[in-house]
């Protein structure tokens, strides 16, 4: 019989984190993610994989090692590589040696791309003044020679934009802007800064020539309120720069056509603000002279990218990597829909889609060779975090095969539960929407708890949950679903919560845990409800509109809309949810807060709540927490120093096994101890 799933089983899993794969399609490069638990941290490291034998090699020994690249001419990898402080870019001869850095600098270098001939690649890095950055050497003893004022007054902030912050990344140094650095594998050659300018530029393409590179860039005079990224493509030998975009929408993700014809790109208008749907455009190039942008893939009823939420991969930007085969007439790109994240085909003259990928799986990342026949995919599903799977496509049918078993010996030992699927619908929008429901083992019926996502422009997907599984390994049953505001169900499914947060999401989560009662495996006197970010604000709003819960555990949660546009990195931004400010209708901030329905709160609460996030800041956990202790409730605030709105995906190893402890201890209490 096989043992429940624990917190700190979590410290024995390895992810492939990444993948590439070289022109020819026979090698594949993965990024392996695993934990010290001594050391309290990741460790990461790049393996080669034979595509034909599946056989695998160790390329890097990390600790610290990420974004491999392979050259296209096949005779070298770049990757960056975690030095002191700083992320440096590295190559590795095939030929034979030991990785070399290309840059010792006191900076993070990021995203490297290689230009057509093998022999030089750009790298993302903030400059100030445009000057390249100090060596690390360089930046020491420039350190060590401060003075007592410079060196006991640098701490001190002077704030002049109102963006100044970003969870994860922490307070902003406004004085560099992210440039385009081209580095040399002669080492004769120094570097060259290409961009220039007191904005950043990032996701950089290059021409096949080698003459022209693509990226994205935001030129608005006041970037903070209006975060619209452009595309441009500057002429190298020139220096010249044409804008490919119209300045009213955010674009992002260049690349170029194999024939150099065609500049594609992502974006959208914002025309529904943050729950506008992204479409993929493309421009002529006429000697790097941009034409008309034209819309070539309108997704409709799915997304482009991973939407797709867990709590085994760190959250970003979704994958909006673009495949373009040699004849221009077929694209390939992630897509995400109603809780499964597929590879999917478009064919230009005939308009049609054509899914490569089916089934409940969720494609985290992907890459092709250059004929785009051959595929390497990292796969997460219901039973594994993650697997590397080789594909071939043959223009008709899509075959996969796993090449790698990476946390088979763990699963085998321990039990884990199969989501089950169902629909439901709520009124008035009456749309069917998506659920599934964990069952553990034993006789029921169980008690439930309700999971609610984050975003809320995110989707659940039936894919290997940790949280999920570890409650379901306390016995304790587990209902999730997708909402209106999900992604993965087209823009009028997101857009329809858009400033009314509370409602008609409020009614689709609450039909969607009374589908999953109606099944009779669960009991409704024992439910809880939880959640994290907007999942949170649920959560929040939840136990302050009904009695039904036994207990609630509320995470890096959303309480007091008014306070929260001026203390969130990106808050300010409310304006447009909220179509005004909280001085110009104060009323409209506080009826969207569930700070004002704290009095009805009577559901024993546990707050978790990161010290260090900057999305949610911990000022909405602690107003939460003082008026429950002044009204008497039952109530437990756990802080997490020195963590980020990510501590469930990519926090400090032990205290996401502190934080997964907390709540089991929790639950079990409140919904299993009578």
């Not at 051959?374 to 075959?399: I, K, M, T």
């Amino acid at each position: 019989m096989k043992r429940p799933l624990v917190p700190e089983d979590l410290f024995r899993f390895v992810i492939p984190e990444d993948v590439e794969i070289n022109a020819r399609g026979d090698q594949l490069y993965v990024v392996e993610q695993s934990m010290d638990q001594e050391k309290n941290t990741y460790r990461r490291h790049i393996l080669a994989v034979d595509r034909d034998t599946l056989e695998s090699r160790p390329l890097t020994q990390g600790p610290h090692d990420s974004s491999p690249r392979p050259a296209p001419d096949g005779r070298h990898l770049a990757f960056l590589r975690r030095v002191d402080d700083w992320q440096q870019p590295f190559v590795l001869s095939f030929a034979g040696g030991e990785p070399r850095a290309l840059a010792d600098w006191a900076q993070d270098a990021a995203n490297p791309v290689w230009f057509p001939d093998g022999q030089s690649l750009l790298v993302e890095v903030d400059l100030e003044g445009g000057e390249l950055p100090k060596t690390r050497e360089g930046h020491k003893k420039q350190e060590d020679d401060r003075g007592p004022k410079e060196k006991y007054t640098q701490d001190v902030r002077y704030i002049t934009r109102v963006f100044y912050r970003l969870d994860t990344a922490g307070y902003l140094d406004h004085t560099r802007h992210r440039q385009l650095v081209r580095l040399y594998l002669d080492g004769d050659k120094k570097p060259e800064v290409l961009t220039h300018g007191a904005f950043h530029h990032s996701q950089a393409a290059i021409h096949p020539s080698g003459t022209y590179v693509a990226y994205q860039s935001n030129r608005q005079k006041d970037p903070d309120m209006k975060p619209y990224d452009d595309i441009f493509v500057l002429d190298i030998r020139s220096g010249e720069e044409r804008q490919i975009t119209d300045g009213h929408g955010s674009y992002g993700a260049p690349q170029f056509s194999p024939d150099g014809q065609w500049l594609y790109y992502f974006g959208h208008s914002y025309s529904e603000g943050f729950y506008t749907q992204t479409k993929l455009f493309r421009a002529a190039l006429h000697d790097g002279s941009p034409g008309r942008p034209e819309l070539v893939w309108d997704p409709e009823d799915n997304d482009f990218g991973n939407e797709a939420i867990d709590d085994m991969h760190a959250h970003g930007a979704p994958s909006r990597r673009l495949g373009i085969s040699g004849d221009g007439n077929r694209l390939v790109a992630l897509m995400s829909s109603r809780g499964s994240v597929q590879l999917a085909e478009w064919n230009i003259t005939e308009r049609r889609k054509h899914w490569l990928t089916e089934g409940t799986r969720v494609i985290y990342g992907w890459a092709s060779d250059r004929s785009m026949n051959r595929f390497v995919l990292l796969q997460a599903d219901a039973e594994s975090p993650g697997d590397v799977f080789a594909g071939e496509y043959d223009g008709r049918q899509f075959n996969m095969r796993r090449a790698t078993q990476y946390n088979q010996e763990l699963l085998n030992e321990v039990a884990v539960a199969r989501p089950q699927h169902f629909t439901f619908q709520s009124q008035p929008l009456g749309e069917e929407m998506d659920g599934w429901y964990l069952l553990p083992e034993g006789v029921g019926p169980h008690p439930l708890a309700l999971e609610v996502h984050g975003g809320p422009m995110t989707m659940y997907a039936p894919s290997f949950f940790f949280e999920f599984q570890i409650l379901v390994s306390a016995g304790i049953g587990v209902v999730f679903t997708n909402p209106h505001g999900s992604r993965g169900y087209g823009e009028p499914f997101c857009a329809a919560i858009k400033g009314a947060w509370g409602e008609e999401d409020f009614r689709d989560v609450m039909a969607g845990l009374d589908r999953a009662l109606n099944t009779k495996l669960f009991d409704d006197k024992r439910l809880a409800i939880l959640g994290g970010s907007y999942g949170g604000f649920m959560t929040n709003w939840a136990i302050g509109h009904s009695d039904r819960f036994r207990a609630a555990v509320t995470m890096r949660s959303v309480v007091d809309e008014f306070s929260f546009f001026g203390t969130s990195d990106v808050g300010y931004l409310d304006e447009w949810e909220w179509d005004t400010t909280p001085w110009q209708n104060p009323q409209r901030y506080l009826d969207a807060s569930p700070f004002m329905s704290v009095s009805k709160m009577h559901t024993p609460l546990l707050i978790l709540h990161s010290e260090e996030d900057y999305r949610c800041p911990i000022s909405q956990a602690e107003e939460l927490f003082a008026a429950l202790k002044r009204l008497g409730r039952e109530v437990a605030f756990a802080r997490f120093p020195g963590e980020s709105h990510e501590l469930s995906r990519s926090g400090k190893p032990w205290h996401r096994v502190k934080r997964l402890e907390l709540i089991r201890e929790w639950l079990t209490n409140h919904l299993l101890n009578e």
